[in-house]
């Protein structure tokens, strides 16, 4: 007899077709609350979710039979897991699987923001480009020699600082602790590492401690010619400092993919000419979402044949 599991959003069709080959699966959830579950969802053993999402109490104690509940990527923050950890249930994600699709993605916000490429497009359709002076646009610094500061220097920011060594920057980052195999400049402070950055990059996990990380402080520490990348979670970010920033001058540019109240993105900040803009994407490729699957499916068949999950997550 096939276990059963939930999943809350919907999964990917692909992904659902695998699934269903090994499990009774039910779903998907409208909310992510305890009055959105199916009525059979009373059997579910493991539950399918996301980060971004709620599992809280509430939802946990309304299924008896739960003993997993597995992410679809590597955010883990909407899970409660001191309560997961009461009920005896394994936390499993993604692990890396999308590292390097996010990385890509990361420097491609990099490049748009600090080259202005959004802008040069928006020059072009606008019929402003008058001939081949050799100053159409102005200049802009580049990236090499320039600072890149890496705020979390796991499986995404150490891919990001492999990509940014072949543009020529100097890198450095600020983490929980030294990572001493690595030969990057280390900075014991966000504010000390902001301070020498020309680049700031956000890749550290979300989580309550990180909240409104990058402040107007930090900002001001970046500096006017400074530019600030987010990849990781809106709630690193303080948008209201960041529009006022960008607003004034306090920082050259940014390119966010990521939002405090996601799909929500202030209409403050959409007036801005100097930020890039993009939905939550950079996992979006194909390879990524192939790798992710392929941890989740992996993670279910490994805990239902009694073994750990391929990629768990301590409580």
Known sequence: MKPTILMVPRMPAALIARLEEHFTLLGPMEHSTPESLPPEAEQAQALLTMGSLSTNAALIDALPKLRLICCYGTGIEGVDRAHARTRGITLANAGDANATGVAEFAMGLLLATARQIPQADRFVRAGRWQGNAVQRMASVPGLAGRKLGIYGLGAIGSRIARRAEAFE???????????????????????????????????????????????????????????????????????????????????????????????????????????????????????????????????????????????????
């Open 169 to 315: 920057m100097e890198i450095g980052y600020h983490n929980r602790s030294r990572r001493a195999e690595m030969p990057y400049l280390y900075h014991d402070s966000l504010l000390g590492l902001a301070e020498w950055a020309d680049v700031l990059v956000v890749s550290a996990r979300a989580s309550a401690e990180n909240r409104h990380a990058v402040n107007a402080t930090v900002l001001a520490a970046l500096g006017p010619r400074g530019h600030l990348v987010n990849i990781s979670r809106g709630i690193a970010v303080d948008e209201d400092a960041l529009c006022t920033a960008l607003e004034t001058g306090v920082i050259a540019g940014a390119g966010l993919d990521v939002y405090e109240k996601e799909p929500h993105v202030s209409d403050r900040m959409k007036a801005l000419d100097n930020i890039v803009l993009t939905p939550h994407i950079a996992a979006a490729s194909d390879s990524a979402q192939t790798a992710q699957q392929d941890v989740m499916i992996a993670n279910l068949l490994a805990f239902f044949a009694g073994k750990p999950p391929v990629s768990p997550v301590p409580l």
